[in-house]
């Protein structure tokens, strides 16, 4: 199942809000998660079965869609936010991720 | 805490073999599947094999069937990757990372471990 996110690339300013899409080739149901990296560091989960927040992650992330179409929205964006974002089914093997969306300071 | 820690990296020849290890502590190791990505020099998330809570199934990527096998040793609370006829495209950071519930593979993933750079070159 190919994941294509979109935008690639985003600048936006501390306080705003932003969207980030994520669209699977085939349904894959609400078997989709989010995750943050940061550079030389890990990816850490953020949201699972779409729309779920993980413990301890802001509100100001917020997961939605089902289905072929996802959308993951910060809103308020603080300056640890910038980051890259990647979505991942988990409807089928082989897993798959999204090419990431690399979110920057305007 | 749950943490994960990956060991065994390093710079090797192509064709040679690597046996990469993740030492897991903080929970019930046995009862979780685990995974292993891995991350090229800037580029994004691949997934590579996955190992259940028994050891019994095991799926591969397809760019890596038949070169590289996923085990764990659920007494020392860890997974392995042994990697085999290693190739330039292999070369990346590889992560291991939970299940975090008692659930088959197919799950979302938490946490991650820090990685371990493996480099393939001649």
């Known amino acids: 199942i190919q994941l294509t996110q979109s935008p690639s690339a985003l600048s936006a300013s501390v306080g705003d809000s932003v969207t980030i899409s994520c669209r699977a080739s085939q349904g894959v149901r609400r078997l989709l998660a989010w995750y943050q990296q940061k550079p030389g560091n890990a990816p850490k989960l953020l949201i699972y079965d779409a729309s779920s927040l993980r413990g301890g992650v802001p509100s100001r992330f917020s997961g939605s869609g089902s289905g072929a179409d996802f959308t993951l929205t910060i809103s308020s964006l603080q300056p640890e936010d910038f980051a890259t974002y990647y979505c991942?089914?988990?409807?089928?093997?082989?897993?798959?991720f999204g090419q990431g969306t690399r979110l920057e300071i305007k | 805490q749950v943490q994960l820690v990956e060991s065994g990296g390093g710079v090797v020849q192509p064709g040679s073999s690597l046996r990469l290890s993740c030492a897991a502590s903080?929970?019930?190791?046995?009862?979780?599947?685990l995974h292993w990505f891995r991350q090229a020099p800037g580029k994004g998330l691949e997934w590579v094999a996955v190992?259940?809570?028994?050891?019994?199934?095991?799926f591969y990527a397809d760019s890596v069937k038949g070169r590289f096998t996923i085990s764990r040793d659920n007494s020392k609370n860890t997974v392995f990757l042994q990697m085999d006829s290693l190739r330039d495209e292999d070369t990346a950071v590889y992560y291991c990372?939970?299940?975090?519930?008692?659930?088959?593979?197919?799950?979302?993933?938490?946490?991650w471990g820090q990685g371990s750079l493996v480099t393939v070159s001649s």
């Open positions: 991942q089914q988990f409807n089928s093997y082989p897993i798959t």
């Open positions: 903080g929970f019930a190791f046995s009862y979780s599947a």
């Open positions: 990372a939970r299940v975090p519930n008692e659930a088959g593979g197919l799950n979302w993933l938490d946490p």
């Open positions: 190992i259940s809570s028994s050891g019994g199934e095991r």
